[in-house]
């Protein structure tokens, strides 16, 4: 198989670069081919702005959507995000290895997302709207999985931490930026107390991470509801037969042993 490692972190000795490393260790030992894409290293260029399309579709008004279009379908983005694309798309699985900096990932790996995520590719397949998200699009068939390194202690994150479950406040990232374009995304990887962990607590993480690893094609991903499933008739809203009673992010992931209803020729 072929692996994408993206990790994001400027300091060599961090949580973020050791787990990256034992990945890279690993994966090749399995006989996998690794691929990585250390942001820091590269330089890469966190902003997404109108250096982006170098021939715009409309000088008049920065369009984002209209311009990511444009350059994606006619050969026109810049070499950097073409690169990481053809990195993405030829990775049957990608690993985010990146430091939870206020309940989200740091800045340079939001702004490779902002980036690559292109018009016709990760959003607006095809050029048929938002017909194909959430389970379909561009990364369909590709595992994702979070390796975060967390400051704090896992009692902050439990489901009555004062922080909140870390997999609700991974959602946006988990959900909104890997399933959005097809990825089918492992339960988050997370080492607690990164800030303050001794050699002992990274031998344990780092024990702990190897296992993983080994299973890296075996684990069941997160299940999110796929938009054209059946339990969003109208492609927006769950239908009221399908989690009743449930709102919020917990309602666009199915319970164990839910029974599903099945669209005809499914």
Do not use: C
């Not at 798309?89 to 902002?114: E, Q, T």
């Not at 374009?181 to 002992?200: H, I, N, S």
Request: aromatic share 10%; glycine share 12%.
């Amino acid at each position: 198989m072929n692996i994408l490692l993206v990790h994001a972190h400027p300091e060599r000795t961090s949580v973020t670069h050791q787990l990256a490393g034992i990945s890279s260790e690993v994966l090749k030992g399995q006989g996998h081919e690794v691929v990585q894409s250390d942001l820091y290293a590269m330089g890469w260029k966190a902003v997404f702005d109108e250096q982006d399309f170098p021939s715009r579709a409309n000088r008049d008004r920065l369009s984002f959507i209209e311009e990511s279009g444009h350059a994606f379908a006619n050969g026109g983005q810049t070499a950097d995000v073409e690169e990481e694309q053809r990195k993405l798309l030829a990775a049957d699985a990608v690993i985010l290895h990146f430091p939870l900096w206020w309940f989200s990932m740091p800045a340079i790996m939001k702004g490779w997302v902002d980036r690559v995520w292109a018009y016709g590719l990760a959003y607006g397949y095809r050029g048929a709207g938002n017909a194909h998200r959430y389970g379909e699009g561009g990364f369909a068939g590709k595992r994702a999985l979070l390796a975060v390194a967390v400051g704090g202690p896992e009692i902050d994150y439990s489901p009555r931490g004062i922080n909140g479950p870390l997999e609700q406040l991974l959602f946006p990232i988990t959900h909104g930026t890997l399933f959005f374009p097809g990825m089918q995304v492992l339960p988050t990887f997370a080492v607690y107390g990164a800030a303050g962990l001794d050699d002992r607590g990274m031998a344990e993480a780092s024990a702990a991470w190897r296992g993983r690893l080994d299973r890296l094609f075996e684990d069941a991903p997160i299940a999110f509801r796929p938009q054209n499933g059946g339990d969003y008739p109208d492609r927006h809203v769950l239908a009221d037969h399908v989690a009743p009673g449930r709102t919020g992010l917990a309602a666009h992931i199915a319970e164990a042993g839910e029974s599903r209803r099945v669209r005809p020729g499914d």
